[in-house]
């Protein structure tokens, strides 16, 4: 049977990575040893899925055997109702299976560096940029995932010009990609007195944190620049230089940190933003290759391209790469967006499965 010859030589792997982290050279190499237990936490749901689905292939042998041999008619009856049952959980099992096998994008077990930027609508663009980040905060709560602020430049009456955070936890980026792209709102501003419907936007980005044995920078391709912060704090703001520049020269890209009031807090933070932008640039490629064949990534390989619209007068938000349309605004607005990333998920796996059987 070709899938349960691939489970087993999956198994054979995850037997012979579980002996090599043992060994002491290993140990001693950091890099080797966090290389080596990645991939074996990647194939743990494969051996345990090979484990149940061994099982479940032994108890339908064992049923047919007293089927062939047991004459009281009792335990046939059994028998039969045990082989239709566990025939119908293999077929579920295989299905599942069949997602699992397909090769995982490497950075989505990752934490993610999200950026939210006002976009067309002025003001009211800035006030929906805070609108967004305060959803995703609420999301992040459900999710017991950690937030870290790197940067923020404050709309005149308020929400975010631009805010920019990491997100740590379990498997963040593989959840949060689908988030990028830009987010429309269809509604009357704050600051419209005819009571008009205007239709602003705000994009997301949103990349897989890439850590120092992703990218190595050398101090010579860096400039580093202080400033005095500015924006709401404490007494230190406008008074110390602790708010941190860098330039990687090679590549012209710049970050700037300035949400810690320590400059060595800024400087680790803007170095683990370079580290992903500088990172982006290769990443980019590949996510311009998939998202020319799935519809779920299309807002990843291409920041313009829009993907989800939140009309307040119809309490709609609408998903516009798989059209689906919820009518809860108020809740998703308040981080209930598990549904829409629940049925991108879903979307990409069929694809991906599609692809796996064309190719």
Known sequence: MLLLDKLEALYNKYNELQD???????????KRYIRINKDIKELE??????????NVIANIESAKEILQTEKDEEMRTMAKEEISELTDKRGKMEEDIQLLLLPNDPQDRKNAIVEIRAGTGG?????????LYRM????????NWKIEPVSATYGTVGGYKEVIFNVIGDHVYGQLKYESGVHRVQRVPQTETQGRVHTSAASVAVLPEADEFDIELKPSDIRKDTYCSSGPGGQSVNTTYSAIRLTHIPTGIVVTCQDQKSQIKNLDKAMQVLRTRIFEL??????????????TMVSTGDRSAKVRTYNYPQG???????????YNLPNIMDGDIQEFIDK????????RLKESVDA
């Open 282 to 295: 290769e990443y980019k490629k590949y996510l311009d290759e998939i998202s020319s064949k799935r519809k």
């Open 123 to 131: 003001d009211e663009a800035s006030i929906f940029a805070g609108d």
């Open 20 to 30: 090599e982290i043992s060994h002491p050279e290993v140990i001693n190499d950091v």
């Open 136 to 143: 995703y905060i609420k999301y992040f709560e459900t999710r």
């Open 344 to 351: 991108l998920q879903m979307a990409e796996n069929a694809e």
């Open 316 to 326: 709609r938000v609408t998903d516009h790469r798989i059209n689906l349309s919820l």
């Open 45 to 54: 749901p494969v051996v345990n899925a090979y484990k149940e689905y061994n």
